[in-house]
């Protein structure tokens, strides 16, 4: 069994990375459930000690939360499905109106966090995996080229 210094010693450590850091950071805004989303994605087993060690006494999460991971649709903008404040799914909620616009906010929260490379790119890895699908018809198009309408064959 690990001694009192070795538990302290390991929740500094996770305080100290950008996982902690950002949930600490984004806690009372609206992109805080995003960052929770993203890392229940990605570390699932780990989330109960992240957020203990982010909130000590922590219980549970409350709504709003996404129940599904971010997915592209048709228009470009990052959608899930969420649990609104009275319990309810509401079912392809615009998270971000855009890619680009996820992008900006998350190249924002990790200036904020002032994140080394390595943290940043690990960032934006767990951010990338938590899009888990892309409905538009072309990824690459530009929605203003009047030939965008052409589908892409893999």
Not at 132 to 138: E, S, W
Request: proline share 7%; hydrophobic share 45%.
């Amino acid at each position: 069994m690990p001694d009192d210094l070795t538990v302290r010693k390991h929740a500094q450590e996770l305080r100290d990375g950008w996982q902690v850091r950002a949930l600490i950071a984004t806690r009372r805004r609206p992109i805080g459930m995003i960052v929770l989303s993203m890392l229940a994605h990605t570390y699932d087993d780990a989330m109960p000690v992240l957020l203990r060690v982010a909130f000590p006494g922590f219980s549970s999460i409350a709504p709003p939360f996404p129940t599904t991971c971010g997915r592209i649709d048709k228009t470009g903008a990052v959608v899930a499905d969420i649990v609104n404040r009275s319990g309810k799914i509401e079912k392809n909620v615009a998270i971000f109106q855009h890619t680009a616009d996820m992008q900006g906010q998350f190249r924002r929260l990790a200036d904020e966090l002032k994140l080394p490379d390595d943290q940043r790119i690990e960032m934006f890895n767990v951010a990338q995996k938590w899009i888990v699908a892309d409905r538009r018809i072309d990824p690459t198009m530009n929605p203003l080229d009047p030939e965008a309408r052409r589908l892409v064959l893999h």
